[in-house]
């Protein structure tokens, strides 16, 4: 891969890659940029893999052969200027391939775009900056609907009054942000009490395995 010297080279490279999907970024010093989605990714002909499905079905299952490469996802020299991926859905959903529905959600990558569109003066400071970025997307959205929670008890006016306070960068110094990320946990937990009682152990990350 080393000795690729552009976005053809690369995806010829790739084709074979049997294992995983992989994201990966190319760039050149002739100024090309590009970005290719390669592994074997399976043709499901039912379902998303979310859930089991019925061996006796007929339907369910992959297909022999997995997905066509030249139908991964890619990208070559967009018209933005840049290249932003963080796990999240390689392409917007309903448009493309259908690859998987294990992604990450959008806010690194939201983040990493707005960031990204806003000045072209990147030197190697602040390019190592964007990387330790500790920006939070999610409680910019949540904010108006956690303060306005009714304060019933000091320690919940106490946490508001920290919250209500807090500019959103979860760093690791700030007590509110880790009130915020406690918060985050404790409403995980609920959720998935609520919604998957006989499996919420497993669903909140107990191993299957007896290793």
Not at 18 to 26: K, N, T
Not at 67 to 96: H, I, K
Not at 97 to 104: E, G, K, N, R, T
Request: some cysteine; overall charge negative; glycine content about 8%.
């Amino acid at each position: 891969i080393h000795r690729i010297r552009s976005v053809e080279d690369l995806q010829k490279t790739m084709h074979p890659w049997p294992a995983m999907p992989e994201s990966i970024a190319y760039a050149d010093i002739s100024g090309t940029i590009g970005w290719q989605l390669v592994g074997a990714a399976p043709q499901r002909r039912k379902g998303w893999g979310a859930l089991p499905l019925p061996g006796w079905d007929p339907e369910a299952g992959w297909k022999v052969e997995p997905l066509p490469y030249d139908l991964m996802p890619c990208l070559v020299d967009p018209a933005c200027g840049y290249l932003a991926t963080a796990n999240n859905r390689p392409t917007p959903e309903g448009e493309g391939p259908f690859v998987s529905v294990d992604f990450i959600d959008g806010y690194r990558l939201a983040r990493i775009v707005k960031v990204l569109g806003a000045r072209h003066d990147w030197d190697l400071a602040g390019c190592q900056a964007l990387q330790v970025d500790e920006h939070s997307l999610p409680w910019r959205e949540m904010r108006d609907a956690v303060l306005a929670v009714p304060a019933t008890t000091p320690e919940t006016q106490r946490a508001l009054a920290m919250l209500k306070a807090w500019d959103g960068i979860v760093d690791a110094e700030s007590p509110a942000a880790a009130l915020y990320e406690l918060y985050l946990s404790e409403i995980a937990h609920r959720i998935v009490r609520a919604k998957a009682p006989r499996s919420v152990v497993w669903a909140l990350g107990r191993s299957t395995s007896p290793v």
